[in-house]
């Protein structure tokens, strides 16, 4: 799943939806969410696993599988050749980053494919990866979260000014930066579904939400949405899954 503003995009590993958040409704008895105006499908060569989309900062480009799609049209804009045959991608102008199985994070040139810096992230199997906003800093999950800020000197391209993230759970399913940059927030699947707000600058978790996963920011920063699932018990046999929206400085300010 990949948020930008009122768009959605679901991959489910052999294909792209692209949702219009417009006309979103509220979550049915069913526990299926209507996500609003179906806007296309994308179906890429079958040798290309579509797993973990991500928009670009500005929400003209979508990434997914090495490829990367013109928003508005559908159209391919480019196949990465990033030389993993897997890996999350995320994409901020000319610079790809991958994060990979192999406990790796690369980055590269999008527009060549030619790798620019690589780090040994010492986090397990790594899922997910997410640029800033301003391409600065570059944040990467597994077993937890890091992140690095990206430099360049001359022509050469480092991930420096390594900072692991603490209490943030593990099974990392998905990292985003604030739009301002300050904050980091990410979703964990173990020991539970958690969502944790941290601060970017110290590590610090600043606020945790359980049983939620996958946090949005509004394109403010403003607020939070997150998905959040209630357990069937003994008295209350039902699943509910509700889509909760969080006010930020009041979240925080809460711990």
Known sequence: VGTHGSRLAVADGASVSLWSLSAAR?????????????????TPPPTIDLLNPHFSPDGKRLVCGQVVWDVETGAVVRHLTLGLPRGAVTLHGQLAATAEYHNRVHLWDAATGKQLAEVHAMMGPLDVAAFSADGNMLAAGGAGVKTWKVSREDETWQLINELRFSDVGGAIQRVSFA???????????????????????????LATLRQSRWPAWSPGGKLLATLTRTYATYEDPQIRRQIRLWEVESLIAAE
């Open 179 to 205: 739009p301002n940059g300050r904050l980091l927030v990410s979703s964990s699947a173990f020991p539970y579904a958690v969502v944790t707000v941290s601060d970017v600058t110290t590590g610090k978790a």
């Open 26 to 42: 509220q979550l049915e008895r069913t526990a299926s969410l209507n996500f609003g105006k179906l806007r296309q499908v994308i």
